[in-house]
């Protein structure tokens, strides 16, 4: 039940200048990259991505109806810089709701996201949803990807 969703119509310029201008710590999942996990507000309620966070709630409804799943709560957002050499180590975001992936900016050579059956080549733009149960990884990260995640779970 990894969905994708193309939302590559987004002013991603835009998006990644707010990103950039703000506040990041290290995390324990990336190799060597940077996070606002746990730092600061949750990324998605920055006031001028709030347009953002209304498209990506949409998706996350559509997904709920398509596999008759109640309606769920956004817990938590936050976005991640990885720099070639990093990796995202094997992780799942809990046993409830759903967890997504957004990828703002990512290069012709960014490795995959790689989930138990399948991987998926990320292009900016692109919104994966998923169970949060759902273990995924990446292998060494070739080019910078910058990528906002975000849990759900049931109200």
């Keep these: 039940m990894i969905e994708q969703y193309d939302l590559s119509f987004l002013n991603l310029d835009k998006i990644k200048q707010v990103l950039l201008r703000t506040e990041l710590a290290e995390h324990g999942l990336l190799s060597d990259g940077k996070s606002s996990f746990n730092y600061g507000m949750p990324i998605l309620m920055h006031p001028e991505l ?9 998706y996350v409804k559509l997904y709920c109806n398509d596999y008759n799943i109640p309606e769920l709560k956004f817990i938590n957002s ?3 810089i990885t ?6 180590k094997a992780h799942h975001h809990g046993e409830n709701g759903l967890s997504g992936a957004f990828y703002v900016s990512v290069g012709e050579q960014s490795v995959p996201l790689i989930f138990p059956d399948t991987q998926i080549k990320p ?10 149960s759902t ?7 070739q080019e910078q990807r910058i ?3 975000f849990n759900t779970d049931y109200l």
């Design 50 to 58: 709030q347009s953002l966070y209304k498209i990506i709630k949409q």
């Design 78 to 80: 936050w976005f991640n």
């Design 83 to 88: 720099n070639p050499g990093n990796k995202l």
């Design 123 to 132: 292009y900016s733009g692109l919104l994966i949803i998923f169970p949060s």
């Design 135 to 141: 273990v995924h990884y990446t292998e060494e990260e």
């Design 147 to 149: 990528v906002i995640s």
